[in-house]
């Protein structure tokens, strides 16, 4: 792969923070780097060895053994995938989407307790879609009824309860959100009422259930919103 490249070609960075670990993504061109958190220092960024060629979006998350698992949407808009213990990778391989058909949006992922992998992302029909890892199958795709428009770059993350939580930014800019009741999936909802994203967003969900999302205001500056719960 030959030496890492300067910083001004990194492309994406992304940090995840999944039941306490934290885990850096980055892509140099199109290769994958990655970084872990550890006793509060990061350790040195290694080289995955997958290869995203022309793809983008990249989301990853991290089961409680540690394992790290990688999704993106490949240059010919498959949904493909790359996991790992940090040390050592599995060779990147694409997840059936059919009947979804190409992914229209970056993925977003939700890693449960169990190591369930649950991955989101907008079909060609402009909804939301998803498939779930069991831990020896592949499930689904599954339409989820949530209507995504024009909006991309899905975040997903998982609360206390099991529950899978979707975002993403509206083709109104505003931040929109769908999530698992417990027998269905909510129909999709502008969370702001008004309020305008400039850049995707990103959501982390604590062990007492409060989300936070965050992202970048019209202002240049970072803008959280908060559900404690009630509001």
């Known amino acids: 792969m030959g030496a890492r490249a300067s910083k001004d070609t990194i492309s ?50 991290a089961d409680s053994a540690g394992n790290i698992y990688l999704f ?4 010919d808009g498959a949904l493909w995938e790359g996991n790992g213990d940090g040390g050592s990778w599995v060779s990147q391989h694409s997840i059936p989407t059919a009947p979804a058909g190409a992914l229209s949006s970056a993925p977003g992922l939700a890693v449960g307790t169990d190591g369930k992998q649950y991955v989101f992302w907008k079909g060609n029909d402009n909804h939301l879609w998803q498939t779930i890892w069991d831990g020896s199958n592949w499930r689904g795709p599954y339409g989820l009824g949530a209507n995504v428009g024009p909006g991309a770059a899905l975040t997903a993350a998982m609360d206390p309860s099991g529950a899978a939580h979707v975002f993403w930014r509206g083709g109104d800019n505003g931040l929109w959100e769908s999530h698992w009741t417990g027998s269905t999936w909510s129909s999709a909802g502008n969370v702001l009422g008004g309020g305008v994203l400039a850049s995707e967003p ?11 999302v965050l992202w970048k205001g ?7 919103s908060i559900w404690d719960g009630a509001t």
Do not use: F, H
Request: charged share 20%; no cysteine; hydrophobic share 40%.
């Open 218 to 224: 019209t202002d240049n500056k970072p803008r959280q």
């Open 12 to 61: 994406q960075i992304t940090e995840k923070v999944t039941r306490g670990r934290r885990v850096g993504l980055e892509t140099v061109g199109s290769d994958v780097w990655t970084s872990k958190l550890i006793n509060g220092s990061w350790t040195a960024a290694a080289a995955t060895g997958l290869d995203m060629g022309a793809g983008a979006g990249i989301a990853g998350g």
């Open 72 to 75: 993106w949407r490949g240059g």
């Open 202 to 212: 990103a959501v982390a969900i604590a062990a007492d259930g409060k989300q936070y």
